[in-house]
Nanobody, 120 residues
Framework: QVNLVESGGGTVQAGGSLRLSCAAPGSLFTFDAMGWSRQAPGKQRELVATVSADDSTHYGDFVKGRFTISRDNVLGRMWLEMNNLKPEDTAVYYC??????????????WGQGTQVTVSS
């Protein structure tokens, strides 16, 4: 069992920035792959970004250079730097640990989520 804790969500105006953080208290930060996903009201959860153990990254098409995912295994943290936020980025953001299968990321453990609200 892995306990993931997100932080850094909040309310920001369109065009603003937020930095989300994910920690895994009590666990060694040696996960193969990690990711950020989000779920807006009435919509399915979608994958925002992933980072592998070798620090290779992948992003959803809607990110378009606005977000940056990173991790530090020594500090035991993963971050999602979000810039130029848009109202459509409003969602609950979840961090996860997982693996890649056939080029697709599958989350195994999930945090409770942190709310991001972008006002127009």
């Amino acid at each position: 069992q892995v306990n993931l804790v997100e932080s850094g969500g909040g309310t920001v105006q369109a065009g603003g920035s937020l930095r989300l953080s994910c920690a895994a208290p009590g666990s060694l930060f040696t996960f193969d792959a990690m990711g950020w996903s989000r779920q807006a009201p009435g919509k399915q959860r979608e994958l925002v970004a992933t980072v592998s153990a070798d620090d290779s990254t992948h992003y959803g098409d809607f990110v378009k250079g606005r977000f940056t995912i990173s991790r530090d295994n020594v500090l035991g943290r993963m971050w999602l730097e979000m810039n130029n936020l848009k109202p459509e980025d409003t969602a609950v953001y979840y961090c996860s640990t997982g693996k890649y299968y056939s080029g697709h990321y599958f989350g195994g453990y999930w945090g409770q989520g942190t709310q991001v609200t972008v006002s127009s």
